[in-house]
Nanobody
């Protein structure tokens, strides 16, 4: 069983930055690609980005490209999402997910999910 716990969310003004963390526990957690998704009220869950097992591969959603950065520290079983130049439209609950079995951009492909952390960006 794998458990994922996100933290670091909060309120920030537009143009500001936040850094989210996702701590993973359980068997083989450092062998999984890890994804970040977000979901705003009334909207579908949106792909934010994914990082490969060793951190050598990273891919981002179009709406966060060049503003967000994903990294991981396998020694601490932690994945990070650095969010810069935040916009009000980035307001959402942010989730980390592990062990995709299909398209990395498809939330349905992921086996394990955290409970999410709220990010609110004011204009």
């Amino acid at each position: 069983q794998v458990q994922l716990v996100e933290s670091g969310g909060g309120w920030v003004q537009a143009g500001g930055s936040l850094r989210l963390s996702c701590v993973a526990s359980g068997r083989d957690v450092n062998t999984y690609p890890m994804g970040w998704f977000r979901q705003a009220p009334g909207k579908e869950r949106e792909f934010v980005g994914v990082i490969g097992m060793n951190g050598g591969f990273v891919s981002y959603g179009d709406s966060v490209q060049l503003r967000f950065t994903i990294s991981r520290d396998n020694a601490a079983s932690t994945v990070f999402l650095q969010m810069n130049s935040l916009k009000p439209e980035d307001t959402a609950v942010y989730y980390c997910a592990a062990d995709p079995s299909g398209s990395w951009r498809d939330p349905e492909a992921y086996t394990y999910w955290g409970r999410g952390t709220q990010v609110t960006v004011s204009s």
